[in-house]
C-alpha cells in the first residue's frame, strides 16, 4: 500500500536515530539541575516525542496538548484550534515543547503565545524537521533535527490524512497518490 505513496525516502530511520540521541544529549546537558516539563503536541509529535524522551536523561514530566491546523489538506488552515489543553499548570516550570515539523510556523507561533500567557518561567521549542523556506512568520527553532526542502513528507508520526504516521522512516509523499 505504501509502496508508490511515498515517492522517495528522505531521511532513513538510522539517521532520525542517531540525530534524536544528539539532541537528547545536547538538551540532557541543557537543562542539567531544572526541572522539566516536556510538552509534545498531539499527533504528529509521538514518535519523535517518545524517542526523544528516553534519550533525556533527567527526571522530566511529561504532558500533551493537541492541536490542528490541517485538516485532510497539504497546507495549513492558518487557524490553530486546541483539542487538548495540558492536564496541570505551567505556571513557573520551565517548558519545551516537542513538535514534529515546523512549516508555516503558525502553528507554534499560536502555541508559544499560549504558553508565554500562562507564565511559564522558561520555554523553548525542539521540533524534528524544518520546512524554513515556508514560513510565515519570524520562528526560529531552540533544537532542530533537520532542515528539509519544501516537500510534503510523511512518516516516524507524520500523516497525511491520518495515514503513514507508523512509517519508520520519513519520505516525500507523492502527489499523485
Ligand atoms: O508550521 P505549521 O504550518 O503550523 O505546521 C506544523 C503543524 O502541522 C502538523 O500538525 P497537524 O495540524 O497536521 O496535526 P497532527 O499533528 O495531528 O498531524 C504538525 O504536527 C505541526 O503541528
Ligand atoms: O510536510 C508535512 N507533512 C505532514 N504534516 C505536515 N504539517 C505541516 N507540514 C507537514
Same mark, same amino acid.
Given at each position: 500500500? =505504501?509502496?508508490?505513496? =511515498?515517492?522517495? !525516502?528522505?531521511?532513513?530511520?538510522?539517521?532520525?536515530?542517531? /540525530?534524536?540521541?544528539?539532541?537528547?544529549?545536547? !538538551?540532557?546537558?541543557?537543562?542539567?539541575? /531544572?526541572?522539566?516539563? !516536556?510538552?509534545?503536541?498531539? +499527533?504528529?509529535?509521538? $514518535?519523535?516525542?517518545?524517542?526523544?524522551? *528516553?534519550?533525556?536523561?533527567?527526571?522530566?514530566?511529561?504532558?500533551?496538548?493537541?492541536?490542528?491546523?490541517?485538516?485532510?489538506?497539504?497546507?495549513?488552515?492558518?487557524?490553530?484550534? !486546541?483539542?487538548?489543553?495540558?492536564?496541570?499548570?505551567?505556571?513557573?516550570?520551565?517548558?519545551?515543547?516537542?513538535?514534529?515539523?515546523?512549516?508555516?510556523?503558525?502553528?507554534?507561533? &499560536?502555541?508559544?503565545? &499560549?504558553?508565554?500567557?500562562?507564565?511559564? *518561567?522558561?520555554? +523553548? =521549542?525542539?521540533?524534528?524537521?524544518?520546512?524554513?523556506? /515556508?514560513?510565515?512568520?519570524?520562528?526560529? %527553532?531552540?533544537?532542530?533535527?533537520?532542515?528539509? %526542502?519544501?516537500?510534503? $513528507?510523511?512518516? &516516524?508520526?507524520?500523516? &497525511?490524512?491520518?495515514?503513514?504516521?507508523?512509517?519508520?522512516?520519513?519520505?516525500?509523499?507523492?502527489?499523485?497518490?
Amino acid at each position: 500500500m =505504501v509502496k508508490g505513496k =511515498v515517492e522517495q !525516502i528522505l531521511i532513513t530511520k538510522d539517521e532520525i536515530a542517531t /540525530r534524536v540521541a544528539e539532541l537528547g544529549r545536547k !538538551i540532557t546537558e541543557d537543562y542539567r539541575g /531544572r526541572d522539566l516539563l !516536556i510538552v509534545g503536541i498531539l +499527533k504528529g509529535a509521538i $514518535v519523535f516525542y517518545s524517542d526523544l524522551c *528516553r534519550s533525556i536523561d533527567l527526571p522530566v514530566k511529561m504532558d500533551f496538548m493537541s492541536v490542528s491546523s490541517y485538516g485532510a489538506g497539504t497546507v495549513s488552515s492558518g487557524i490553530v484550534k !486546541i483539542n487538548k489543553d495540558l492536564d496541570h499548570s505551567c505556571e513557573g516550570v520551565d517548558v519545551l515543547i516537542v513538535e514534529d515539523i515546523i512549516d508555516s510556523g503558525l502553528t507554534l507561533q &499560536y502555541l508559544k503565545e &499560549y504558553l508565554i500567557s500562562r507564565q511559564v *518561567r522558561s520555554l +523553548k =521549542v525542539c521540533c524534528l524537521l524544518d520546512k524554513p523556506e /515556508r514560513r510565515k512568520c519570524d520562528l526560529v %527553532p531552540d533544537y532542530c533535527g533537520f532542515q528539509i %526542502p519544501d516537500a510534503f $513528507v510523511v512518516g &516516524y508520526g507524520l500523516d &497525511y490524512a491520518e495515514y503513514f504516521r507508523n512509517l519508520p522512516d520519513i519520505g516525500i509523499l507523492n502527489p499523485d497518490a
